[in-house]
């Protein structure tokens, strides 16, 4: 996958874009890039990448994060340090943007700068087990709402297919096909397929543009 | 690819909603439910139901009378301060005898509260919350699965018994994903020559009317709406009953608390601790008979709650106060964790 200056993951309400950021972040940080994350989501005040602020510092991963992500404060805000996305040019932005077309209107007021820039990714995060994109046209569907609402087109496509904790490799492998009618269907490269991380050595050479990933978020429960 | 899909606990709902039959949802947007609403806005259209973001919470669940008179599963969610403006129409419903789904994704509370998980409204839930001699039928979901289940049975019940059912969830089991499937074989419908739906001259008018100008007649109403609820004490209370055959310590959670409690019940089951977990799955009717049947055995109950101690007083009336029971609770939107009900274990002296 190309590394441009900004990679932008958009897609379905619960698709996995905020899991894929922080591992993406933390992945480049790995490869030896400066990367900055930024959460751009307006749509959902649960299940942030302030979840992950302890170990993003930690890796030194600056997060650009509303005051009120993960608070009480049931607001659509954005973070103050909104145009550093844009302006900060030293090392890699990661951004998340938050689910749906609904998500994406945050995006709007970016499209044009990034557009003149034209060092950019912009990812469509897809699930075929989730309700809503269970299929090519229905995925396809809501790609589009998502450009029409953030005036940015997309570039390429992460398959994060999976059932959360119960997932096994015979699941990821089923949804290549998905993920590959999807790319046909939306003239989208498949960049990358995610894969949990202890799932990697059964999927190693039977996938290609395996990433494996760590949940950020453990539940107790 | 499976017949799984991952959905979050609002998703569940409302698409098991949909494949119950539901084609009626009027509803009105408040954290952390939202999702129903949005995921309903999106399927309705697509197959010729009715989404109606109303005005207010308190006309969407008037919409829901009217619609559930008619006769067709109608169905309203909120979070609990909906909840409270539902709550006349709830009342209205009862008294009507309208069967509808109504779901309540709770909130710390009270008045505003914030938008974490919470099991505050377990009152307000059992106890009526509106006015009036009633009850709902409450279900309360431990898991994503089960919020699908409880959903499709929650209209099953509310029709068999022509009264409104509330799914009690929270916050956490809201908004977390895991995989469901949806089984349309499952799916039973009642027929309702009750409904408000034309008479095409052909029979008597149904009247649908909770106001009755004779103090005899509305005494003869509620005794027989009693009678009901007597028969549904007996017959529809439900709850799992998890490592209790030989348990001399019972907890007693539902809902988000259910799952952290069964893994304290675990982790003490490794240290030797002879403990089991009850989970009521309908809060009312409570399982009365199942806990009293498990103080024969057991010595000690604690009810793990998300409140300040309000289904205690349900599991002490269940087992007529012959057990000590303690109370392990977190509350404002903090969930105790596993090591708390533990923690709670431990401190029970035998």
Known sequence: MRTRRVTLLAGHYGSGKTNIAVNLAFARKKEGFEVTVADLDIVNPYYRMKDSEEALKEAGIPLISSAFANSNVDLPALPQELYRIIDDKNGQMIVDIGGDDRGAYALGRFAGALKKENDYEMILVINGYRPLTGDEKETAQIMKEIEDAGHLPFTGIINNSNLGNETTAEDILASVRYAEKTSRETGLPLLLTTVRADLLPQLTGKIDNLFGMTLQKSRLW | ?350
């Open chain 2, 1 to 350: 690819m499976k017949d799984k899909v991952l959905m979050k606990g609002n998703e569940a709902i409302a698409e098991a909603a949909i494949m119950a039959g539901c084609r009626h949802y009027f509803g009105y947007p408040i954290t952390p439910q939202t999702e129903v609403a949005a995921y309903m806005a999106k399927r309705m259209p697509k197959i010729g139901g009715t989404f109606l973001q109303a005005e207010s919470e308190i006309s969407a669940v008037n919409m829901v009378i009217g619609a559930a008179a008619a006769g067709v599963r109608a169905m309203t969610s909120s979070s609990s301060p909906g909840i409270s403006l539902k709550s006349e129409g709830l009342s209205y419903m009862a008294g009507c005898e309208l069967p509808a789904l109504i779901v309540n994704v709770q909130r710390g509370g009270p008045g505003l509260g914030g938008i974490q998980p919470s099991q505050s409204d377990y009152f307000q839930a059992t106890r009526g919350g509106g006015h009036g001699d009633y009850h709902m039928l409450v279900l309360a979901p431990g898991s994503i699965q089960e919020m699908a289940d409880m959903t499709v049975k929650g209209f099953e019940l509310a029709e068999t018994y022509r009264m409104p059912c509330m799914l009690l969830a929270d916050g956490t089991m809201g908004q977390m994903m895991e995989p469901v499937v949806l089984n349309v074989d499952n799916v039973k419908t009642a027929e309702k020559p009750w409904a408000v739906t034309g008479t095409k001259c052909e029979r008597e008018h149904n009247v649908i009317n909770s106001l009755s100008l004779v103090p005899e007649e509305l005494e003869k109403w509620n005794l027989k709406r009693y009678e009901r609820y007597a028969c549904i004490e007996e017959n529809e209370a439900m709850a799992e009953e998890f490592m209790t055959e030989d348990a001399d310590i019972i907890v007693v959670a539902f809902g988000i608390a259910a799952r952290v409690s069964k893994n304290a019940v675990v982790a003490a089951r490794k240290e030797g601790i002879k403990v089991g977990l009850i989970r009521p799955i309908t809060l009312w009717p409570f399982p009365k008979k199942i806990l009293a049947n498990a103080a024969q055995q057991a010595k000690h109950f604690i009810s793990v709650e998300l409140s300040m101690g309000q289904m205690i007083e349900d599991v002490e009336l269940a087992i007529r106060c012959s057990r000590p029971v303690s109370l392990c609770t977190r509350v404002g939107g903090v969930i105790p964790s596993p090591e708390e009900v533990l923690e709670a274990i431990h401190k029970v002296q035998l």
